[in-house]
């Protein structure tokens, strides 16, 4: 038999959760809202800290990766466009070497609840995703 603890729901809005934090190894894509648009984004370890970014290359806005949760060099310390070979710093975004170089990834503001990683209350999840779709 359950418990009522068991069966209460999270103290978060499931729909601004990006994954689980002991899942996150390295980095990991995420979509959210609806509709044909959604939010496309990643989330990315950075030493110990997390940060979050919107899927698009500071150079020509393309997506970052061609293959899921592919986001990382190959030693696994910087994020690299897959389209242009640009390099970012993971820890802020900024655009390291490349043909984008002194621009920086969108980052998204991000909150830490109960072993997940969620898109902070105050990100619209909507307007994000229809300026940046």
């Keep these: 038999m359950r418990s009522d603890a068991m069966c209460k729901p999270p103290p978060f809005d499931l729909a601004r959760v990006?994954?689980?934090?002991?899942?996150?190894?390295?980095?990991?894509?995420?979509?959210?809202?609806?509709?044909?648009?959604?939010?496309?984004?990643?989330?990315?370890?950075?030493?110990?800290?997390?940060?979050a970014y919107v899927n698009r290359c500071a150079h020509r806005q393309y997506p970052l990766n061609h293959l899921p949760h592919q986001f990382l060099t190959q030693d696994r310390s910087l994020i690299q466009c897959s389209m242009h070979g640009a390099i970012f710093d993971k820890a802020t975004g900024y655009c390291?070497?490349?043909?984008?170089?002194?621009?920086?990834?969108?980052?998204?503001?991000?909150?830490?609840?109960?072993?997940?990683?969620?898109?902070a209350d105050e990100v619209d999840i909507e307007l994000l995703a229809a300026r940046y779709a």
């Design 18 to 51: 990006l994954c689980r934090l002991d899942e996150l190894d390295g980095a990991r894509e995420f979509r959210l809202g609806g509709g044909e648009w959604p939010l496309r984004g990643f989330v990315v370890r950075s030493g110990e800290g997390v940060r």
């Design 96 to 119: 390291v070497a490349g043909p984008c170089a002194g621009r920086s990834l969108i980052g998204l503001p991000l909150r830490i609840e109960s072993g997940y990683v969620l898109l």
